[in-house]
């Protein structure tokens, strides 16, 4: 029965009762009875119909509003498809009229036959180039020291982040300090000397240089008035800026960097630079050759890669590194803190083996580096140690086999 039509059957059967009622017979009570019982029937039918509607009408609604909301996902759907499918179409065309291109540009199979005693000689002539750019950097520099001892511990101050480094200018009568603290920032502080830095108040106070990109890690240097880091959210470019004023002079790709951090106990940096007596250097850690560490010396004016070596030494359980005269000295403890240790080393001169050197222990402290840089002109190292800005002295030693290899070759 339509809810419509029962108002009017109420209606109805109201006159009814009344007309009975005024007539006022046994039977006539009898029938308003039954009338008030039918009539109390309808008006519940009639409020389950209100009910049913009311929950009709919600359903529909809540049965458009997400129809509306799959409609929309559908759209979105629908533009990323045509944007995908855009995109493969181009590449199709782009593959065809390479693929065309290089149809009519590659020779015939007798045009590029090659005898094999040239292709040998060929071979021969790169592996004696490699070979030459090696023995150039033995030749043209005279480095001959061994490291023998970690000697002694200075802790100057506590300033930063638990994660920093902290680091003088190598060149030549620079006696500025510089410190980056944490593991992610775009600022440089920099200090007129080291006993401006250790004194509570400095006059002048540091300097604070703001740089165009943020760093990452805690592997960078400053040389020659240049800071040489690993800009953030890149796998491994390196940026050269002038901290005269603050702009990048130069930039790099290292090839195969920065696809694992380059010592498991520092998590965050993938590319560690280094200075020593040959010049300046990058360390970072090669997947693709069990997680040792590769060493590559670049050219600190054009950042090109001089030479790649390859190296023994295991990225595992180390916290740091730094190199003496071209030998790779890589720092060991454990992820609980402990005592430093040096029990792996490689020369790029061939002169000095990890079996041949006996380990070699920091002075006790037993907390963990997040950063190592060797300054060649004090033989020292500046370590950041746990938020700790800490001096090693080291000790070294000629190493005359060095000398008589770069005469023989």
């Known amino acids: ?10 209606l109805c059967l109201c006159l009814t009762v009344g007309s009975v009622q005024s007539q006022g017979s046994p039977q006539d009570a009898f029938i308003i009875q039954y009338l008030e019982r039918r009539l109390a029937q309808m008006e519940e039918r009639l409020n389950q119909c209100d009910q049913n509607t009311a929950s009709l009408t919600q359903k529909n609604y809540d049965l458009s509003t997400e129809i509306r909301g799959y409609l ?6 629908r533009s990323e498809m045509k944007s995908q499918v855009d995109t493969v179409s181009m590449r199709v065309d782009r593959m065809e009229r390479e693929m065309e291109y290089l149809e009519n540009k590659i020779p015939n199979q007798s045009d590029i036959e090659m005898e094999e005693a040239l292709l040998e000689q060929q071979i021969k002539d790169a592996e004696l180039d490699q070979l030459k750019k090696k023995a150039k950097i033995k030749v043209e520099n005279d480095c001959n020291t061994a490291l023998t001892q970690i000697k002694s511990l200075k802790i100057v101050k506590r300033a930063g982040d638990t994660y920093g480094s902290w680091f003088k200018d190598p060149s030549e009568q620079s006696a500025k300090v510089y410190l980056l603290s944490g593991i992610r920032n775009n600022s440089l502080l920099e200090y007129v000397s080291l006993q401006s830095f250790t004194e509570r108040a400095t006059t002048p106070k540091s300097r604070e240089i703001q740089l165009p990109f943020h760093w990452q890690g805690t592997g960078h240097v400053v040389y020659n008035g240049f800071l040489y880091y690993h800009k953030a959210d890149t796998p491994n470019q390196i940026l050269k800026v002038d901290l005269l004023n603050g702009t990048v002079a130069d930039s790099t790709l290292l090839p195969g960097a920065g696809r694992l951090p380059v010592y498991s106990l520092n998590p965050n940096t993938y590319l560690d630079m280094a200075v020593d007596e ?19 010396k670049l050219d600190k004016g054009t950042l090109a890669v001089e030479y790649t070596w390859d190296t023994q030494c295991k990225s595992h359980d180390a ?7 071209g030998t790779l000295y ?21 002169t000095i083996h990890s079996d041949e050197s006996p380990v070699l222990f920091f002075p006790k402290r037993y907390t963990s580096h997040s950063s190592i840089h060797y300054h060649p002109g004090e033989k020292q190292l500046y370590a950041w140690d746990d938020g700790y800005q800490t001096i090693y002295k080291v000790e070294t030693r000629r190493n005359d086999q060095v000398i008589d290899l770069s005469i023989a070759e």
């Open 1 to 10: 029965m339509s809810c419509r039509v029962v108002p009017l059957l109420l």
């Open 72 to 77: 929309s996902t559908l759209n979105v759907m």
């Open 278 to 296: 040959l010049g300046l250097w990058v360390i970072h850690a090669d997947p693709e050759y069990g997680g040792n560490l590769v060493i590559t």
């Open 319 to 325: 916290e740091g590194a730094f190199l003496i005269c």
């Open 330 to 350: 890589v720092v060991y403890n454990t992820r609980y803190g402990g005592r430093s240790t040096v029990h792996c080393l490689y020369d790029i001169h061939d």
